[in-house]
């Protein structure tokens, strides 16, 4: 692999990952994110959404868009890492298909503990209904979305819709949420010693608010909704990926008029349900276009 550019792979000094197999999908995603776009892509970076360092996207739009949907894709990293760069290798598929991809950062625990990461996904919906127009996107049409940690809070910022329009975000902005590998229930009663579960209450969630697990899990915000969902996870993908996936689907589905499909990636972990991505022609991009 070629040599990478330091300030891509850690630019503001993040600890290490806590896995090998994240570190191999983040210098993957990494390198990918250097690969030169198609000169159809119209292409804004560190665009500030608030006044925080993270608190930024990067957008990469049709060159002569009008009116087009925009989608929404939050990176992942556990809520402690990450990169907006992540997201970059999407970017021509998504614009072939008539799209503006915004890719945003999010403040991160353990110095930004939850919620504040999922007050700055409202944050940046609140901005796009003022800011997308000067891409051709239209801030009424929103496609959420996210891997992991960032499917998380595509889903809870489509389910908490008082929280979006108290933002200024129209509650049928949200057209659909198609979250990859999204962790949708943070609960766990008995967390092992040194589990990714524990980490959530040791270093994500903010200390001395009772509850806030649940609270901050998509999977107790189903009721009523009526945002079309399509969910995927892998086979090999963590247990409590595949367990709250399923929950929430069920949740979901259960709901009157609901739109809410599941896609099982045979034999992906779950890093690979988001590199899979990589190619233009895999079956997602279909589903979000026709969401579009």
Same mark, same amino acid.
């Given at each position: 692999m070629a040599e990478l550019d330091p300030r891509?792979?850690?630019?503001?000094?993040?600890?290490?990952?806590?896995?090998?197999?994240?570190?191999?999908?983040?210098?993957?995603?990494?390198?990918? /994110?250097? $690969?030169? %776009?198609?000169?159809?892509? @119209?292409? +804004?970076?560190?665009?500030?959404y608030g !006044?925080? &360092? #993270?608190?930024?996207?990067?957008?990469?739009?049709?060159?002569?868009?009008?009116?087009?949907?925009?989608?929404?894709?939050?990176?992942?990293?556990?809520?402690?890492?990450?990169?907006?760069?992540?997201?970059?290798?999407?970017?021509?598929?998504?614009?072939?298909?008539?799209?503006?991809?915004?890719?945003?950062?999010?403040?991160?625990?353990?110095?930004?503990?939850?919620?504040?990461?999922?007050?700055? /996904?409202? $944050?940046? %919906?609140?901005?796009?209904? @003022?800011? +997308?127009?000067?891409?051709?996107?239209? !801030?009424? &049409? #929103?496609?959420?979305?996210?891997?992991?940690?960032?499917?998380?809070?595509?889903?809870?910022?489509a389910l908490r819709v008082a929280d979006r329009t108290a933002a200024g975000v129209p509650a049928h902005a949200v057209r659909a949420c198609l979250p990859v590998s999204g962790i949708h229930d943070l609960h766990e009663a008995s967390p092992a010693p040194g589990s990714l579960e524990e980490r959530v209450y040791t270093m994500v969630l903010a200390n001395g608010e009772p509850h806030l697990d649940?609270?901050?899990?998509?999977?107790?915000?189903?009721?009523?909704?009526?945002?079309?969902?399509?969910?995927?996870?892998g086979e090999r993908d963590s247990p409590r990926v595949r367990k709250s996936n399923a929950r929430l689907a069920a949740l979901l589905q259960a709901q009157p008029g609901a739109v809410c499909r599941t896609n099982v990636e045979p034999s992906l972990d779950h890093f690979q349900t988001h590199t899979g991505l990589h190619d233009p022609a895999h079956p997602w991009y279909e589903r979000l276009a026709e969401f579009a």
């Open positions: 891509l792979v850690n630019p503001d000094g993040q600890p290490p990952l806590p896995v090998a197999a994240a570190e191999d999908y983040a210098r993957q995603v990494t390198a990918w /994110a250097q $690969a030169p %776009l198609p000169a159809t892509v @119209r292409v +804004a970076r560190d665009l500030a !006044p925080h &360092r #993270l608190q930024r996207c990067n957008v990469f739009a049709p060159a002569q868009a009008r009116q087009a949907p925009v989608l929404v894709f939050w990176h992942g990293g556990g809520w402690t890492h990450g990169y907006r760069e992540w997201v970059t290798f999407m970017a021509a598929a998504v614009v072939a298909r008539g799209l503006v991809l915004v890719a945003p950062s999010y403040r991160l625990a353990p110095e930004h503990p939850l919620p504040a990461g999922y007050h700055d /996904a409202l $944050a940046l %919906l609140a901005w796009l209904q @003022r800011e +997308a127009p000067a891409w051709g996107g239209a !801030p009424d &049409r #929103l496609l959420l979305a996210g891997h992991s940690a960032g499917g998380h809070l595509a889903a809870l910022a649940t609270l901050l899990s998509p999977l107790y915000w189903a009721a009523g909704n009526g945002v079309p969902f399509d969910l995927r996870w």
